[in-house]
Structures are given as C-alpha cells and as structure tokens.
C-alpha cells in the first residue's frame, strides 16, 4: 500500500493523539492517596494540562490542515499574527503580576525570612486539599482561626528583642503553621518555664538556611542554649534543591527554569481556575483499585477515643532503605554538615546546641499498620513497583524507621552535641488519644505542640539547661492554648 502523508491525514492523527490522549485515565487512586487534585475525576492536573495544551495547539493545526490548499499560506499568516499578539500580551501580564504580587518569602545570601512585620489572619481547615478524596472521609481536626505576627526581622515572634534564653531554629515546625501565634511550641515553652525564647524557625526551609539564619541572625541575640529541629521528611533532602516556598514547600524542581515558570502569576492563576472550577466534576465517581486506599485513615488511640490520620505513600518510602544506604545519602550528610556548622558557630559564641528530632507522621503510626502488611504494600505499590512480598516489605519498614534517627543520634553524640527525640513523647499521648497531629496535615495540632513544649522543658531540666521545667503543677497541658473554633 503506498500510503502517503498529507494534510489532510495529518489531521486525522493530530484528531486521534487527541482523542488517545483523553481516553486514558490518570490512577485515580494514586492521585486520592497523595492528595493530588484530579480533574474532572480522571486526570491528574499535569495530564489534563498536557492534553489541554495539545488541544489548544491541535485547533489551529487543524485550521491550517483542512483549509483549501490555495488558501494555507493565509491561514498560516493569520495564525502567525494571532500568537504574535497573544504572546507579548501574555508576557507583559506576567511581569507587571510577579511585580505587584507581595512576597511572602525573603531570601539574602545571609538570611530566609518573612517580610518585616509581616501580619496576616486566617482559618485553618483540616481537610483534604483535593476535591477527590476518600469514600467517606473522616472529619479533621476542628477548624482554627489563627493570627501570624512577624517581628522587624520577618520572624513569628510578638515583639522585636535584643536578647533571649534559647533560640529555636527550624522549618515549619518551629514556625508554627497551621496554629495561631500564642501555641507554637517555642511560645508555650516560653510561657512555662519564664525563659525568653526567640522563635527563628521559617516554613519551607533547608538545614542551610538554619545555618545562615543561625549565623546571621540568631547568634546577635547571645542565646545560652539553641535547639535546632530536623524534620525527618525535609532535612533529609538535601541542601541543594529549589524549593517551590510560594505554594507547597515539599514541590521540588530540578533548575530554575521550571521554577520561574511554575511561580508565573498566569500558570497560578490558570492552575487556580482549574480547581475552582473542573476538580469538583465527578469527584464522587467510581474508583478503580480502590482497595489500595485501605490502609486509610489510620486510626489511634482508646477505642472510646480514637482519632484518624491520614498520610502520602511517598512518606513511607523514607524508611525503604537500610542504615548503612541512609548513612551515606547526600540528604544526611548536607544536614550533618550543616548542623556541625551550627555546633562550631555556637561553641564560640558561647551557647549550647541541641538537636531536636521531630518524627514524620508514618513514623509515629509504624506500630499501627505494621500488622496489616498487605494493606501497606498495597498502598505503597500506588507510587512504587516492584516490592518485596508483603511480609518482607513490613520488616523492611519497621528497621528502616528507626535508620535516620538513630543516625542522626549517633552524630550528634560522636560531635558532642545534645539530642532529643520527640517520637516517644508523640506517640504515647496519641496512644492515649490526644491529637498531637492534624488529619490531613503533617503538621503538630495544638495538642502537639503543648506535648513537645514539655518534652523540651524536661530534657532542659534533665541536663541542667536554661529553660529547665518547673514544678508538674505549672507545666501546660495537652489541651489547646485556645481552644478551635467550631
């Protein structure tokens, strides 16, 4: 057969790519489990943009294509002339949005911080933030009405201070987010123990940016005893990586290209516009291999009490490696550096560090879905192939949870430097029924930050630190500094 290209089955196949393109499906269980938008009930946002685009593209491929042969030349000039007009339109756009648009980050070769006296008020939601989720998914934590203050130095503290007892240094965790500006830890270990303590903590960043905030900023203050937060999830990425900080601070991407064009106030706007108004189409459609999803909520705590969490398979795969693989990552050896720096730096300027481990949530609920083994592996099959059998997997799991902590432990003791793990304090008083985490969130309820705050306060009156606990009858409770609004 001589079949031979033309503009006309060029159409055709242009039609066809299309129509392939949109009758495949994103998994659907996948997108639910890692609480990804899903638009209109099939496809994630990155497939629906693609076909969007190829669509886009395809009607004025398609204009010139089926146009008489006579007329094409025309028809391609128009087109032409169409982008021509469009394109530094759009442009122009973009660059007057991204010059208006506030920051909401500031980052200097010396520093990462918020604008100075930044303020702003808001409610927090502890629900999914995809319109598709899980069949009947349990309620979240109660809704919170917070304040964030920022002092002149774009820090969450109340009030500008020259100096301070302990300074606190972290990412989101020690910022506080999701909580109003009285129940972050670093407040409510202040209000116990009559210590000033100088909260210097900034969501979405490195073991880096603590090093230079440290050094830059922190030091000035002469603290006596500094605690340094590893997260278990971010810190151990790496130093190196771009972080998207303007919408989720765990989206990484590889060079800066991708990272301009993700922040363009267009993209965002159009992001914005597609799950306003297509992620709630279908979104309580049928959902292929939902028997994936099983393992979810987990739920802990007394039977008369208990209370669901809820977690990205991604999450569990930090604990798929041995102690040795961790050891050797890039990701724990940018943190031990930075937090030797951070050691060094407070050795001269007279104060003494502490490393304050704080756990990912699958950490703290290994022991709750350790004995349902084929629930896991499925669950985490929706992100990996190729697991082991569900037994071995299992076991893989439960001695890879303890790897990067017990490496994080073992450096610090070798380098001389204090170290506190907050997985036992956590997990006992959610084994007791306390909402120490958010449902959907991976971020410290209220609750949870009360539990750290104390943990804190015992390990400095255990080692004779500033900030030492007083009597039990003046530590704060587990219950909220305030309480949610309903």
């Known amino acids: 057969m001589n079949w031979k290209p033309t503009p006309r089955r060029a159409a055709w196949v242009l039609i066809l790519v299309n129509l392939v393109l949109w009758l495949i499906p994103s998994n659907v269980a996948r997108q639910i489990a890692r609480d990804r938008q899903t638009v209109l009930g099939w496809y994630s946002l990155e497939k629906f943009t693609i076909q969007a ?15 008489r042969p006579e007329g094409r030349r025309q028809r391609i000039f128009r087109v032409a002339a169409v982008f021509l007009v469009l394109l530094p339109g759009l442009v122009s756009i973009d660059i007057i949005a991204r010059v208006l648009r506030p920051p909401r980050f500031v980052q200097s070769e010396t520093s ?39 002092d002149a130095r774009g820090f969450r503290n109340p009030a500008q201070v020259d100096s301070c007892d302990i ?19 670093t407040r409510v270990l202040g209000a116990s123990t009559g210590s000033s303590v100088y909260n210097l903590g900034m969501a979405g960043g490195n073991t880096h940016d ?65 799950e306003e108004h297509l992620t709630s ?11 994936a999803l099983a393992l979810m909520p987990v739920l802990v705590g007394p039977q008369a009490n ?24 890039k990701g724990f050896v940018d943190t031990c550096t930075a937090v030797r720096g951070m050691a060094d730096e407070c050795r001269v300027a007279g104060a003494r560090l502490v490393v304050l481990y704080a756990p990912n949530k699958p950490h703290v609920l290994m022991t709750d ?42 450096f610090c003791r070798r380098q001389d430097i204090g170290f506190l793990s907050l997985t036992p304090a956590l997990r006992r008083e959610m084994e007791a ?36 606990a007083r009597p039990a009858s003046s530590r704060p409770s587990t219950a909220p500094a305030s309480a949610p609004s309903k």
């Open 369 to 410: 879905i350790a004995d349902r083994p084929e629930q896991v592996r499925a669950f985490v099959s929706l992100i990996k192939r190729n697991l082991p059998p569900a037994d071995r997997l299992i076991r893989q799991l439960r001695e890879g949870v303890q790897a990067p902590e017990q490496a994080m432990a073992d």
């Open 306 to 329: 208990r209370h669901p969490y809820v977690f990205d398979p991604k999450d569990l795969l930090w604990f798929d490696f041995t102690a040795a693989e961790f050891a050797a990552s």
């Open 281 to 291: 189409l279908n979104a309580t459609a049928w959902v292929p291999n939902a028997e």
């Open 210 to 274: 603590y090093l230079l905030n440290l050094k830059n900023v922190g030091l000035a203050l002469s603290p006596r005893v500094v605690l340094v937060m590893i997260y278990e999830g971010n810190d151990f990425r790496g130093t190196t990586i771009q972080i998207d900080r303007d919408e989720r601070e765990d989206d990484v991407v590889d060079n800066q290209v991708a990272l301009v064009f993700k922040l363009s106030p267009v993209v965002l706007a159009v992001r914005r516009a597609i």
């Open 112 to 150: 990462y911080h918020r604008p100075a006296n930044w303020k702003y008020e808001s409610t927090f939601h502890d629900q999914p933030r995809a319109r598709r989720t899980y069949p009947n998914a349990p309620a979240g934590y109660p809704p919170i009405s917070f304040h964030f203050t920022c």
């Open 433 to 468: 029924g306390n909402r120490v985490y958010f449902t959907y969130d991976q971020h410290w309820t209220p609750e949870g930050h009360a539990v750290v705050a104390r943990a804190v306060e015992d390990y400095l009156k255990e080692h004779n630190l500033p900030g030492g």
């Open 53 to 67: 685009l190829v669509l886009l593209l395809s009607v004025p491929a398609l204009y010139i294509l089926l146009g």
């Open 167 to 185: 300074l606190a240094v972290g990412d989101s965790f020690v910022e506080g987010s999701e909580v109003s500006d009285e129940q972050p830890w």
